[in-house]
């Protein structure tokens, strides 16, 4: 199979609001989502397998390695999450983008 064939099949198009050219903005978006909105948003996909904690823990990596002081508070909420795992790696993009400010 060529690779333009692939993209022309339905199961590797982009759903809808993940083709966003803006990493930070996109992990906002998923570091925010509640559990019904993610399995809205992924019925059918395999990203469900990743399940909305690996998501946000993802979102959250991205965060501190690419965020500025806009997303700390995207993040400081991310510390309320109901996922432990989540709530460390907010904690540590906190710490990346406060370093970063002060360097």
Do not use: C, Y
Not at 20 to 27: K, V
Not at 30 to 45: C, H, N, P, V
């Amino acid at each position: 199979m060529k690779f333009t064939t692939a993209l022309r099949e339905p199961a590797f198009a982009a759903r809808d609001g993940l083709a966003s050219p803006n990493a930070r903005a996109l992990a906002r978006d998923f570091l925010t989502m509640s559990q019904s909105e993610f399995s809205a948003r992924f019925k059918g996909s395999a990203m469900k397998r990743a399940k909305r904690r690996g998501l946000a823990r993802n979102a959250a990596v991205v965060l501190g390695n690419v965020g500025t002081r806009e997303d700390v508070p995207v993040l400081e909420a991310a510390l309320q999450h109901d996922e432990l795992l989540v709530r460390d790696h907010a904690t540590l993009a906190l710490r990346q983008i406060m370093a970063r400010s002060i360097a």
